[in-house]
């Protein structure tokens, strides 16, 4: 009797442990092929797929509430080690693009619009829309344009390896910092986001601002990108909405609102007058949030 029970218990302990063990294909790390599957989802809070997925949610507060704001405008260097997420992969692969390779194709599937660039201000109306054509000539983007095969209009058909990924390497970034007395906080809010081209000219190295983009059009599509952040642990993967939510770049300040509506160049002569400046703007903006709790 008592090898009976013996033998039950070890069946049961070896189903116990097949169940604990026992998974689904869409479960499964590894696909048929043996290679990562990309379905799989980790219980990472940053990993798994996105699709579907909605942008973080953020409260909209009445205009009433706010007694104080400020307008600043960033440049992100993408040279910088802390901005190479938002550069690479130079070529859309393995589910992934740079920030710009999204921005280029969602104005070229008519998803989102894109405004002109203004030196002394941002306009975001239909007047100012830059239509998609009207962009890739003005930059010289190689395309080909084919017909529909359904509707015989014209396609403009642009390769992964022409989109002018490359040439992006710095983004100019309008934002507000603000406090709302009725929830007693001091936030920041992107307001948009305009790439820059570098290139070589007959003239020397130029930079070209290219168009504004309202970061708000963007957020449906950046939360459902992922963006691989550190080369130590491939299943990090945040979405490009948690890197400008969080903050989560580097950057520098080239202007504020100001009266006469310049940008730090124009009224620093130095490097060195240039950093005093944007030093005291960092020194404002932290002093107000500080003062805030002053007693």
């Known amino acids: 009797m008592s090898n009976f029970f013996r033998f039950l218990f070890v069946g049961v302990a070896s ?5 604990v063990f026992a998974q689904t294909e869409e479960d499964a790390f590894f696909d048929d092929l043996g290679d990562v599957s990309t379905e799989v989802s980790s219980n990472m809070p940053t990993s798994g797929p996105k699709d579907g997925l909605e942008p973080i949610e953020m409260l909209n507060p009445r205009a009433d509430d706010i007694f104080w704001q400020k307008v600043v405008y960033r440049t992100i260097d993408l040279r910088e080690k802390m901005n190479y997420p938002l550069y690479y992969p130079e070529e859309a692969q393995d589910g992934r693009q740079s920030f710009f390779t999204l921005i280029f194709r969602l104005i070229q599937e008519g998803k989102i619009n894109v405004y002109e660039y203004l030196d002394t201000r941002e306009i975001f109306t239909d007047e100012h829309i830059v239509p998609f054509k009207d962009l890739i000539d003005k930059f010289e983007v190689i395309h080909t344009v084919k017909a529909d095969s359904l509707t015989n209009d014209s396609i403009i058909v642009v390769d992964e390896s022409d989109v002018p990924n490359r040439d992006i390497v710095k983004y100019y970034v309008k934002e507000v910092w603000y406090f709302d007395k009725i929830t007693s906080t001091f936030n920041a809010r992107i307001i948009a986001f305009c790439p820059i081209m570098v290139k070589e000219t007959d003239l020397g190295i130029q930079k070209f601002p290219l168009f504004w983009v309202p970061f708000e059009t963007l957020r449906p599509f950046l939360s459902q990108t992922e963006v691989l952040i550190t080369d130590k642990n491939n299943g990090a993967r945040p979405s490009y909405d948690d890197i400008f939510i969080k903050r989560r ?14 940008n730090l160049l124009e009224y620093n002569m130095t490097s060195e007058d240039v950093r005093k400046e944007q030093q005291k703007v960092k020194v404002l903006l932290s002093n107000f949030e500080n003062d805030l709790w002053e007693y």
């Open 249 to 262: 770049f580097s950057s520098y300040i080239y202007k504020e609102s100001n009266i006469y509506n310049r």
């Open 15 to 19: 189903l116990a442990v097949n169940s």
